[in-house]
């Protein structure tokens, strides 16, 4: 089973990123996919959610609007669009998989700076 997340990096306040998270070695479309994030010092929080048929998402308060998920059950990715970044957005974003067993996969940093 992988996980494996990228295009993280270093970008401006008010520039956008997309993250993807590429999955194999197990049944993807059966799977509810999550983002998750950790800043340092702090516990990792939940970012978005989407159900395994895409159907349906869900936002943390903090990023609605500006964050968008979305699934590719035929390519077995999960993105990340993140528009308008702020400073407190920087972290190491996870993605996961939640079904009969859950995966994680190792991250990718994100880094809003000027």
């Known amino acids: 089973v992988q996980l494996v997340e990228s295009g993280g990096g270093l970008v401006q306040p008010g520039g956008s990123l997309r993250l993807s998270c590429a999955a194999s070695g197990f049944t993807f479309s059966r799977y509810v996919m999550r983002w998750y994030r950790q800043a340092p010092g702090k516990e990792r929080e939940l970012v978005a959610t989407i159900t395994s048929t895409g159907g349906m998402t869900n936002y943390a308060e903090a990023v609605k609007g500006r964050f968008t998920i979305s699934r590719g059950n035929a390519k077995n990715t999960v993105d990340l669009q993140m528009n308008s970044l702020i400073p407190e957005d920087t972290a190491v974003y996870y993605c996961?998989?939640?079904?009969?067993?859950?995966?994680w996969g190792q991250g990718t940093q994100v880094t809003v700076s000027s």
């Open positions: 996961g998989a939640t079904g009969l067993n859950n995966y």
